[in-house]
């Protein structure tokens, strides 16, 4: 993997998990204060970025995943080095 593939590849991988975590926050906050109209329109617009940012991860890099792969003709889900061959550096 290039350096500049490896770049990107990190960088969506941080938008993911921004996106994830303010999901996650979101929604904690919202099971205490279930009628906050502010708190609902964060949530929703954390849950429309997290899933924008999944889609650009695995359209470019795979399924995030097992779940995500769409591929049904072949399992993409391992076609990747994992981690201790040198995957994601």
């Given at each position: ?27 904690l ?14 949530f ?14 695995s ?5 995030l ?25």
């Amino acid at each position: 993997m290039t350096n500049s593939n490896s770049d990107t590849r990190q960088s969506l991988l941080m938008q993911v998990t921004r996106a994830g975590f303010a999901l996650d926050d979101a929604q904690l906050f919202l099971d205490t204060h279930p009628c906050d109209p502010g708190a609902m329109a964060y949530f929703q617009q954390m849950s429309g970025a997290y899933k924008e940012a999944v889609k650009a991860y695995s359209a470019q890099f795979g399924p995030l995943i097992a779940a995500l792969n769409s591929d049904t003709a072949y399992w993409s889900w391992i076609s990747d080095p994992w981690p201790w061959e040198g995957g994601m550096n």
